[in-house]
């Protein structure tokens, strides 16, 4: 997309808008397109450690035979007819009925022994007795008691050969396929293909079964050592993501971890590759929380374990159209399809470039005031379009105009980064000009990576207002909108020159909102000017659009956990209160900043600037001033709450 921009004595100069986009999100763990990867990870693991295999595989069976014998057996009537066509289920099936059976008699033999040595008992006693007690003969069913009984009904399997035949078949599997990486005969690829099936049709039963299943078994520990889910989440995000969803050799996405950061910018995809870096975000973590899909299901979705703090990093999309098709690669993918999640803390925000023919540029003043302008006066409106989970979040604030700031000093000078710093100031909050950074940083349109930190980086603002979800169709029409109010403000400026006469922020705000208004209501704008294409407009407004129709079933759902329902969902501090905690009063009081460490983020076009790392100065004012040992874990909390993801320090 491209903008006009009027230079004086110059003639028109185009802009390019540029993309870079960041999806954060969660992945269910628990489920049928990934289990028998990590069920072989799990042999392939612990194949020197029998004890760890033997309590695993009958805690795996025993979770299994609950899940598909008595009233359970409802639930998964189709899953366990396609269990029961399956090779290496029905050898098992036939191993466990004869181990049952084994077990059965043997209870049965003990509980006859016992009777019998019961009923010897008894007569022995009553030989010792006047003959008027004697007359006694064999033990009956009589003298069978009720502990007898039980003793017949419960009994223990022996599962040795289960457990065998699990070693046997997998040794041979995992030895032909990827100790040797020699190509499988037929015979090994149908033994593998029946391996596959046994085990994610088994995992996705037990999963439908999990929360009515009554188990001596502890079976979220058992599931989780089998699939290894404990001890991957341990790793980094990356590696924890990459060991559990093995994404396959032909897959056209290609991910980069940050130790890759390089490569990842100078890497040139290949076709309809698309390439993504993943990296951890500390602020996306959807344990107890409600879960979502996507927008157009409209409904919550259960789930069991989760893979969090998840964030993807695009590169730069040159057009609205590269974003769907390349978007829809990633999120159409079957295993991002099936196992991708969403919860009220994921987001996707949006960096733009402006760009002339040969680089990122800095924009006009006075198109970035516009922008912001815009953004204020139609803001109430435009998060409307979104879920309710956005409104009053703090990493999404709405812009806040200080009118008692608004004087004659905060006016547009010849500096670019003061400029800046006076529009956040009145739009945003003021602060010492070193927390800038720290906190303004968190509204829906972010403009302080324009500002020259002093480091070489890309420059863009960011608009942070979008939901999590898995539609690439939605996210193109995201951007779309983005872009439309790029344009309507910079619309402004060129059809009223004037404005680029006013030097007072607050005259500037008043003068662009009259030329505004005078153009009818706020929704009508919005709709018919800003929305304009009549395909946006219905995706964004009409009533029978799926789109709408889904968030205003979320809505619903959410609105009835926050408002009337009878549960609240838990909710996090607010920075306004963190922020005046002792602790936090005496980080900003202390005027010590002079070995501060830049910090940086990543984002599609390269580092972001986002703020300075306490030094040992603010460390030492800090524990004195509260009169303890501040651990480095506080210290930590307190740098990801304002600074989200740090991910790289500059020297």
């Not at 006693?125 to 009956?140: C, H, I, Q, R, W």
């Not at 939605?474 to 059809?495: F, G, H, Q, S």
């Not at 129709?549 to 979320?554: D, I, R």
């Amino acid at each position: 997309m491209s903008l006009e921009r009027p230079h004086k004595r110059q003639h028109t100069e185009e802009i390019i808008l540029h993309y870079g986009i960041e999806i954060e999100s969660v992945f269910e763990l628990l489920n049928e397109y990934t289990a028998y990867n990590q069920f072989i990870n799990f042999f392939i693991k612990y194949c020197n450690n029998d004890w760890d295999i033997d309590e695993t595989v009958t805690g795996f069976i025993k979770i299994l035979n609950s899940c598909i014998n008595g009233d359970n057996a409802k639930i998964n009537e189709i899953l366990i007819n396609l269990l029961n066509q399956n090779e290496i289920y029905n050898e098992i099936k036939k191993i466990n009925e004869k181990a049952e059976k084994k077990a059965k008699e043997k209870a049965e033999k003990k509980a006859k022994e016992k009777a019998e040595k019961k009923a010897k008992e008894k007569a022995e006693k009553k030989a010792e007795e006047p003959d008027f007690f004697s007359g006694l003969g064999s033990y009956s069913d009589d003298d069978y008691d009720d502990d007898d009984n039980d003793e017949v009904k419960i009994y223990e399997i022996d599962y040795t050969e289960i457990i065998d035949f699990f070693k046997s078949e997998l040794e041979k599997i995992i030895d032909i396929s990827i100790c040797t990486r020699k190509k499988p005969d037929e015979i090994t690829t149908i033994k593998i293909n029946n391996w596959y099936n046994f085990i994610n049709i088994s995992i996705k039963i037990i999963k439908n079964t999990l929360d009515i299943l009554n188990s001596p078994t502890n079976i979220k520990d058992v599931i989780s050592i089998l699939l290894n889910i404990s001890d991957e989440l341990a790793n980094t995000v990356f590696i924890a993501f990459t060991n559990i969803f093995n994404l396959t050799k032909d897959t056209k996405i290609k991910l980069f971890n940050i130790s890759e950061i390089d490569d990842f910018y100078k890497k040139i995809p290949i076709g309809d590759e698309i390439c993504l870096c993943l990296i951890e975000d500390s602020s996306v973590i959807c344990d107890n929380e409600k879960i979502y899909k996507d927008i157009l299901s409209g409904t919550f979705v259960k789930y069991n374990y989760l893979l969090n703090k998840c964030e993807f990093i695009t590169q730069p999309f040159k057009s609205i159209d590269d974003i769907e098709k390349k978007l829809s690669i990633f999120f159409n993918d079957t295993i991002f399809s099936n196992t991708l999640l969403n919860c009220k803390k994921t987001s996707q925000h949006v960096h733009i470039s402006f760009n002339n023919i040969s680089e990122i540029i800095r924009p006009d003043i006075y198109l970035i005031l516009s922008i912001i302008c815009v953004c204020h006066y139609f803001q109430d409106e435009i998060f409307k379009l979104f879920l309710i989970t956005r409104t009053n979040n703090i990493y999404c604030k709405k812009l806040n105009y200080n009118d008692e700031l608004a004087d004659y000093i905060y006016r547009i000078y010849e500096d670019y980064d003061k400029n800046i710093i006076n529009i956040s100031s009145i739009f945003y909050e003021k602060h010492e000009d070193h927390f800038y950074y720290h906190f303004n940083r968190y509204y829906w349109i972010n403009i302080l990576n324009l500002i020259n930190s002093g480091n070489p980086k890309p420059y863009t603002i960011e608009f942070r207002l979008k939901h999590g979800s898995t539609d690439s169709k939605e996210l193109a029409n995201v951007c779309k909108l983005y872009e439309n109010i790029i344009t309507y403000a910079n619309k402004l400026l060129r059809d009223n020159e004037t404005l680029k006469t006013i030097k007072i922020i607050k005259d500037f705000k008043t003068n662009i909102e009259e030329i505004i208004s005078s153009q009818g209501a706020k929704a009508e704008i919005l709709k018919n000017i800003i929305l304009k294409d009549d395909e946006l407009k219905y995706y964004f407004t009409n009533p029978n659009s799926d789109y709408v129709k889904g968030l205003n079933n979320l809505n619903k759902l959410f609105s009835k956990l926050t408002v009337g329902g009878k549960k609240k969902l838990p909710s996090s501090k607010s920075s306004k209160s963190i922020r005046s905690s002792k602790s936090i009063r005496s980080i900003r009081s202390s005027r010590s900043i002079r070995n501060k460490k830049p910090l940086y983020k990543m984002n599609s076009f390269g580092y972001e600037f986002i703020g300075y790392e306490l030094d040992d100065y603010i460390k030492k004012d800090l524990k004195k001033n509260n009169n303890k040992y501040i651990k480095r874990e506080e210290i930590r909390q307190y740098l990801q709450l304002y600074n989200n993801l740090i991910i790289y320090k500059g020297k």
